[in-house]
């Protein structure tokens, strides 16, 4: 497990909280988040890591993994409790690396697969709950008019690093 961090709060039942944890991608998210729009990037928390996926010109998987509430570049907007998990960390872990070869680096795309994608089937496998329908709007609306966004802010992305950078955050997962 990446930085050692375990989490210390358990459902009775001994399940383990599940987190999206959401960021704000640009500053006009301040005025446009209580209009229910924004452009956000968003990791999943569980067991004290935090997954996301980004953007980078390799085939390998574009999943990292890291300090929770710490991404590099953005500005953590608020935590949200998506569910609980029976799943222990290797189970959880596996969960991740069954996804590294659908969520490659190269197929990051900001309208049709992105970090809320990600987290969202994330999520629903390890809880049965879906992400905000409001986290990811700004891609759905995004699809419903992609033959008028040009290519260029449809392809655009957020990238990772290979390495780990000063959050902690450490790219592949797999």
């Known amino acids: 497990m990446l930085c050692g961090i375990t989490s210390t709060k358990h459902h009775e039942d001994g399940s383990n909280p599940v987190y999206l944890n959401v960021y704000d991608l640009t500053s006009i998210n ?11 990037h968003s990791g999943l928390q569980v067991h004290g890591v935090e997954y996301a996926f980004g953007s980078h ?9 890291g300090e929770p509430k710490q991404c590099d570049g953005f500005r953590f907007r608020k935590q949200i409790l998506i569910g609980w998990t029976e799943m222990n960390k290797k189970e959880v872990r596996k969960v991740i690396e069954e996804l590294a070869d659908e969520y490659k680096g190269i197929s990051y795309n900001l309208i049709t697969k992105n ?3 990600f987290c969202n089937d ?15 709007r700004l891609a759905r609306i995004g699809s419903l008019c992609n033959c008028i966004i040009p ?5 655009n992305k957020v990238g990772i690093e ?5 959050s902690g955050s450490s790219c592949p997962v797999a």
């Open 30 to 40: 301040g005025y446009a988040y209580w209009l229910g729009l924004g452009v956000y």
């Open 57 to 65: 010109e390799r085939t390998s998987t574009g999943i990292c993994e």
């Open 115 to 117: 970090c809320n994608h």
């Open 122 to 136: 994330v999520c629903v496998r390890l809880t049965g709950n879906t992400i905000p329908r409001w986290v990811n």
């Open 151 to 155: 290519m260029s802010l449809s392809s």
């Open 162 to 166: 290979d390495n780990k950078s000063s």
